[in-house]
């Protein structure tokens, strides 16, 4: 019995792997933009979901051309979605997988934080993913963005970057290789 369990596990994060993350798959979604919008942002058309046997719901995430750059549609809250189907074993070494996705979403800005280094001007920037207020950061340049030392909490933006860390426990999200736009 034990052997049948783990042969399941196996199937479901091979299916998991391909669906969710794409991998070995080239089919981009349908964008919309906003007209008239100088921060038009990308709409996804409605690709549905695949049920994989019992009560998993892995939905497929797909890719999205925006000024040449390749953008992942997943949204911090179905990256948490997807890892919390998951095993905690398991939820380690998926979270590995969308490291490097390049992602944009709409975020509250929350606090910043002061340089390390008082060199290099980076400072870290915490931000949240309304409505579920999931924790997304990144280090940012006050050189490069000066107005992130005036801005208010709540000021709505857009943060572009790649992933390059999701906390398996908590669900944060870090970005690196940020690009920040007040809305």
């Known amino acids: 019995m034990d052997w049948m369990i783990t042969i399941v596990g196996g199937v479901a994060v091979i299916l998991i792997t391909y669906y ?6 080239k089919d981009n979604a349908k964008v919309n933009s906003i007209e008239g919008s ?5 709409h996804i058309t409605n690709q549905g979901s695949i049920i994989a046997g019992g009560n998993v719901n892995i939905s497929q995430s797909t890719d ?3 000024a040449h750059s390749t953008y992942s549609s997943a949204t911090p809250e179905e990256i948490k979605s997807n890892l919390r189907t998951l095993s905690p074993y398991a939820r380690n070494s998926v979270t590995q997988d969308y490291r490097n996705q390049q992602v ?10 002061p340089p390390e280094d008082k060199k290099d001007h980076l400072h870290y920037i915490i931000m949240f993913y309304p409505p579920s207020q999931m924790l997304v950061s990144c280090y940012i340049s ?15 933006l857009i943060i572009k970057g790649k992933i390059e860390n999701i906390n398996p426990i908590s669900y944060d999200i870090r970005l690196k290789n940020c690009e920040l736009y007040l809305i």
């Open 20 to 25: 969710v993350f794409g991998i070995g798959k």
């Open 38 to 42: 100088d921060t038009a942002s990308p």
């Open 64 to 66: 999205i051309k925006h």
């Open 104 to 113: 944009s979403w709409h975020v509250e800005f929350s606090s910043v934080l």
């Open 142 to 156: 006050d050189n490069k963005y000066p107005w992130i030392k005036t801005i208010k909490e709540g000021t709505r």
